[in-house]
């Protein structure tokens, strides 16, 4: 036993507290401290002596040690032992217990054992841990660093510098100081993979490293020598996969775990995998990926999360809002996922669902910005626009209210434009504009969004000179600026002053396919002064140019409208066709496609099918509501199409066509005078109606019918005065 005078130093005794020790530990948990100590005695004893051999100074002449200097050689080292052990016992104590003393006195024996052996590297291993192990991260790495100096292939000294480095990349803010922590944890990353190249947890690290520096090449070679020891290595691919899809090498990130995803059947590389394709907006192929990783692991809500993400991004709501009902029962106190079921409500029409699942988030998360901006759109969507305005101007008021620190430029930008937004949709143009200018205070950015916002407002308000005139302002400050450019021909354009407009957009063109949109722009402006032989001529120049789905969408949509315009209906619709082979679910499409037909009175079933897949897709749109109450109207469901109607009057009161559609179904009802009143502010609206709008066929028909009505309702009241009483 320790104590015996054969090994415990002169004169030195064990404590009370480390005889307690012995026998308090005598069972288990003593034996293991026990063995785990003596081992580091014998992995230290040896090369402690080898070190003390080889470090002594070659005698000139052969020197024979006196009996009396290897007694004492031999006592210096019995007593090293002796204080190692304890120490190492007491280091062993404080881990199981996180008592500071048992550090100390872990730390004190360990020095005095140093002091005996000072160029014993063991010694120093240990001491260097139990520094680090009670946060004295200082002393760790100066204890380290000496054993280094003595050894400057000792693994354990490198491995613990390692440890030291990156935990303070944690501790500290950017600049040079973290600069000099990354080079260094990567320093003693790559001393430990040359001294150990299968060090797999150490390569991992180094590779993280070298992404935080942004040494893609470095990190992208140790990452695929991990994966030639072992393909199926989980973190290696999920490492390398994110950096492939952080450079937008998608499909390089796709073929590596694809070959992954044959070799096993991990719910983490088909993660991978769905977030591979979700970069290259691969969104189906990703979503089968997700659902195999949500089938291998049902419980893990970030496979679920994906799986949503990539349902949302095929506009698949119905199936994206199960997902998150999911997770809601999986992450009950996460407030995220009301909001996305609630979002999910809203595009489906579902307000009063949405409305209950905003509460909830509202309940989780009361101080949240986007529940307060989720909400006041909800309130927009049902027409509920002064308490949508009375959410936003008490979110406004709550950020400037902060006491500490500047309020958020970017969250009062967004909640000033959906307030101005809001203004816009109750005709309240004068406070929309304020509201605008308020948000154009709050720095450049805002400022520029706030200019355009200023701009269709006067549009909207039909003040278009108005609204170019604050364009021409802007483009004094930005003479060279693209869109502002485009903004003052379209403008133009609504004036139905199509040279002006036409001069402005040429002058844009490059000659090469970044002209599409301008070709576009052109045929817009030409179809609304009714320039059709010009306007088909340059939606054809843009057809031939275009490259990108989305581009060969919106040259055959505007291809669509101009030959819908003319009455070349047949024409009109091949060109629809191909937008929806493009994009079966392009709203605006199946809206004027199946508004087209219902208005020529064919094929009612089908253009109500398409109509209401829009509707489905935007339930607050007015001009889709219209539409599908007009092919209600077309098939005589009249109950239907006046339901449909009066929600498109409440989106766009001031819409000449939905008023006279309203109008026409109260006649068929037999409901003259409200068929009068509507048709009369629809004439109303008409002489207000920008010049490029103006359909003076359409006005004069109106115009006769009711006149018409009035006349029919006149002689009605003079027979009726005139019937006997």
Same mark, same amino acid.
């Given at each position: 036993?320790?104590?015996?005078?054969?090994?415990?130093?002169?004169?030195?005794?064990?404590?009370?507290?480390?005889?307690?020790?012995?026998?308090?530990?005598?069972?288990?948990?003593?034996?293991?401290?026990?063995?785990?100590?003596?081992?580091? &005695?014998?992995?230290? /004893?040896?090369?402690?002596?080898?070190?003390?051999?080889?470090?002594?100074? $070659?005698?000139?002449?052969? #020197?024979?040690?006196?009996?009396?200097?290897?007694?004492?050689?031999?006592? $210096?080292?019995?007593?090293?032992? *002796?204080?190692?052990?304890?120490? =190492?016992?007491?280091?062993?104590?404080?881990?199981?217990?996180?008592?500071?003393?048992?550090?100390?006195?872990?730390?004190?024996?360990?020095?005095?054992?140093?002091?005996?052996?000072?160029?014993?590297?063991?010694?120093?291993?240990?001491?260097?841990?139990?520094?680090?192990?009670?946060?004295?991260?200082?002393?760790? @790495?100066?204890?380290?660093?000496?054993?280094?100096?003595?050894?400057?292939?000792?693994?354990?000294?490198?491995?613990?510098?390692?440890?030291?480095? @990156?935990?303070?990349?944690?501790?500290?803010?950017?600049?040079?100081?973290?600069?000099?922590?990354?080079?260094?944890?990567?320093?003693?990353?790559?001393?430990?993979?040359?001294?150990?190249?299968?060090?797999?947890?150490?390569?991992?690290?180094?590779?993280?490293?070298?992404?935080?520096?942004?040494?893609?090449?470095?990190?992208?070679?140790?990452?695929?020598?991990?994966?030639?020891?072992?393909?199926?290595?989980?973190? #290696?691919?999920?490492?390398?996969?994110?950096?492939?899809?952080?450079?937008?090498?998608?499909?390089?990130?796709?073929?590596?775990?694809?070959?992954?995803?044959?070799?096993?059947?991990?719910?983490? &590389?088909?993660?991978?995998?769905?977030?591979? +394709?979700?970069?290259?907006?691969?969104?189906?192929?990703?979503?089968?990926?997700?659902?195999?990783? @949500?089938?291998?692991?049902?419980?893990?809500?970030?496979?679920? =999360?994906?799986?949503?993400?990539?349902?949302?991004?095929?506009?698949?709501?119905? /199936?994206?809002?199960?997902?998150?009902?999911?997770?809601?029962?999986?992450?009950?106190?996460?407030?995220?996922?009301?909001? !996305?079921?609630?979002?999910?409500?809203?595009?489906?029409?579902?307000?009063?669902?949405?409305?209950?699942?905003?509460?909830?988030?509202?309940?989780?998360?009361?101080?949240?910005?986007? @529940?307060?901006? =989720?909400?006041?759109?909800?309130?927009?969507?049902?027409?509920? *626009?002064?308490?949508?305005?009375? %959410?936003?101007?008490?979110?406004?008021?709550?950020?400037?209210?902060?006491?500490?620190?500047?309020?958020?430029?970017?969250?009062?930008?967004?909640?000033?434009?959906?307030?101005?937004?809001?203004?816009?949709?109750?005709?309240?143009?004068?406070? /929309?504009?304020?509201?605008?200018?308020?948000?154009?205070?709050?720095?450049?950015?805002?400022?520029?969004?706030?200019?355009?916002?200023?701009?269709?407002?006067?549009?909207?308000? =039909?003040?278009?000179?108005?609204? &170019?005139?604050?364009?021409?302002?802007?483009?004094?400050?930005?003479?060279?600026?693209?869109?502002?450019?485009?903004?003052?021909?379209?403008?133009?354009?609504?004036?139905?002053?199509?040279?002006? $407009?036409?001069?402005?957009?040429?002058?844009?063109?490059?000659?090469?396919?970044?002209?599409?949109?301008?070709?576009?722009?052109?045929?817009?402006?030409?179809?609304?002064? !009714?320039?059709?032989?010009?306007?088909?001529?340059?939606? !054809?120049? #843009?057809?031939?140019?275009?490259?990108?789905?989305?581009?060969?969408?919106?040259?055959?949509?505007?291809?669509?409208?101009? +030959?819908?315009?003319?009455?070349?209906?047949?024409?009109?619709? %091949?060109?629809?066709?191909?937008?929806?082979?493009?994009?079966?679910?392009?709203?605006?499409?199946?809206?004027?496609?199946? *508004?087209?037909?219902?208005?020529?009175?064919?094929?009612?079933?089908e253009a109500t099918a398409m109509i209401q897949r829009a509707v489905t897709q935007d339930p607050s749109n007015g001009a889709y509501l219209d539409s599908l109450g007009w092919a209600f109207y077309r098939q005589n469901k009249l109950a239907e199409a006046e339901e449909q109607l009066r929600k498109a009057a409440s989106r766009a009161g001031h819409d000449p066509t939905v008023l006279g559609h309203l109008g026409d179904v109260y006649m068929k009802l037999g409901q003259t005078e409200r068929a009068a009143e509507l048709w009369e502010r629809s004439l109303s609206e008409w002489q207000r109606a920008l010049?490029?709008?103006?359909?003076?066929?359409?006005?004069?028909?109106?115009?006769?019918?009711?006149?018409?009505?009035?006349?029919?309702?006149?002689?009605?009241?003079?027979?009726?005065?005139?019937?006997?009483?």
């Amino acid at each position: 036993m320790w104590g015996t005078d054969k090994h415990m130093p002169p004169g030195k005794t064990l404590t009370a507290s480390q005889r307690y020790t012995i026998m308090e530990f005598s069972g288990e948990r003593m034996k293991t401290i026990l063995s785990t100590a003596i081992l580091s &005695i014998l992995v230290w /004893a040896a090369p402690a002596r080898a070190q003390i051999s080889s470090a002594a100074p $070659a005698p000139s002449q052969p #020197a024979s040690k006196s009996p009396a200097s290897a007694q004492a050689a031999q006592t $210096a080292r019995a007593d090293a032992l *002796y204080y190692f052990t304890i120490g =190492h016992i007491d280091e062993q104590q404080f881990e199981l217990t996180g008592q500071p003393d048992k550090a100390n006195s872990s730390i004190e024996s360990y020095k005095k054992a140093l002091e005996l052996e000072p160029r014993s590297t063991v010694i120093l291993e240990r001491l260097a841990e139990i520094y680090y192990k009670s946060q004295r991260t200082a002393a760790a @790495v100066t204890t380290a660093q000496e054993a280094l100096k003595l050894d400057a292939d000792n693994l354990a000294a490198h491995r613990l510098l390692a440890r030291i480095y @990156v935990r303070n990349l944690g501790d500290m803010n950017g600049g040079a100081v973290q600069k000099e922590n990354l080079d260094k944890a990567a320093e003693q990353f790559q001393a430990i993979l040359k001294l150990d190249p299968r060090d797999i947890s150490s390569a991992l690290w180094l590779a993280r490293l070298y992404r935080f520096e942004n040494r893609h090449a470095d990190a992208e070679k140790v990452l695929r020598s991990i994966l030639e020891r072992g393909s199926e290595n989980g973190p #290696a691919l999920e490492q390398l996969s994110q950096l492939l899809i952080d450079q937008g090498r998608s499909q390089e990130a796709v073929d590596l775990l694809s070959h992954a995803a044959g070799n096993t059947a991990s719910p983490e &590389i088909y993660d991978l995998l769905g977030d591979a +394709y979700s970069q290259g907006k691969e969104f189906s192929k990703a979503e089968q990926a997700y659902r195999k990783a @949500v089938e291998e692991d049902p419980d893990d809500t970030g496979h679920r =999360h994906g799986l949503a993400q990539s349902l949302l991004s095929q506009e698949k709501f119905a /199936a994206a809002l199960e997902q998150f009902k999911k997770l809601s029962e999986l992450e009950p106190g996460t407030a995220e996922n009301y909001l !996305r079921m609630a979002q999910l409500y809203r595009r489906l029409g579902k307000y009063d669902e949405a409305e209950s699942s905003l509460l909830r988030a509202k309940q989780l998360a009361p101080t949240s910005l986007e @529940v307060l901006y =989720h909400e006041a759109l909800l309130y927009d969507d049902q027409g509920r *626009y002064g308490d949508a305005i009375r %959410v936003l101007t008490d979110a406004i008021a709550a950020i400037k209210g902060q006491p500490a620190g500047e309020p958020s430029p970017n969250a009062l930008s967004i909640l000033y434009e959906q307030l101005g937004r809001t203004y816009r949709e109750q005709d309240n143009y004068p406070a /929309a504009i304020q509201a605008f200018e308020e948000m154009g205070r709050l720095g450049p950015d805002s400022q520029r969004r706030a200019q355009m916002l200023l701009i269709d407002t006067y549009r909207e308000s =039909h003040d278009i000179d108005r609204a &170019i005139t604050e364009t021409k302002k802007a483009l004094e400050q930005s003479p060279n600026d693209q869109p502002l450019t485009v903004t003052l021909a379209m403008l133009y354009g609504e004036k139905a002053d199509a040279p002006t $407009a036409t001069k402005l957009l040429t002058a844009l063109l490059h000659g090469n396919d970044s002209d599409q949109e301008i070709y576009l722009d052109l045929a817009q402006v030409l179809e609304r002064s !009714r320039k059709y032989a010009d306007a088909e001529a340059s939606a !054809r120049k #843009a057809m031939e140019i275009s490259r990108e789905p989305g581009e060969q969408e919106s040259a055959a949509f505007m291809m669509g409208a101009i +030959y819908e315009r003319q009455k070349k209906f047949d024409l009109a619709e %091949v060109q629809f066709r191909k937008v929806l082979e493009l994009n079966p679910n392009n709203a605006s499409v199946l809206n004027y496609y199946g *508004y087209m037909l219902a208005d020529r009175g064919i094929r009612l079933d089908e253009a109500t099918a398409m109509i209401q897949r829009a509707v489905t897709q935007d339930p607050s749109n007015g001009a889709y509501l219209d539409s599908l109450g007009w092919a209600f109207y077309r098939q005589n469901k009249l109950a239907e199409a006046e339901e449909q109607l009066r929600k498109a009057a409440s989106r766009a009161g001031h819409d000449p066509t939905v008023l006279g559609h309203l109008g026409d179904v109260y006649m068929k009802l037999g409901q003259t005078e409200r068929a009068a009143e509507l048709w009369e502010r629809s004439l109303s609206e008409w002489q207000r109606a920008l010049p490029a709008d103006f359909e003076p066929e359409k006005v004069a028909e109106l115009d006769a019918q009711l006149k018409a009505l009035k006349r029919h309702m006149a002689q009605k009241s003079t027979t009726e005065t005139a019937k006997p009483q």
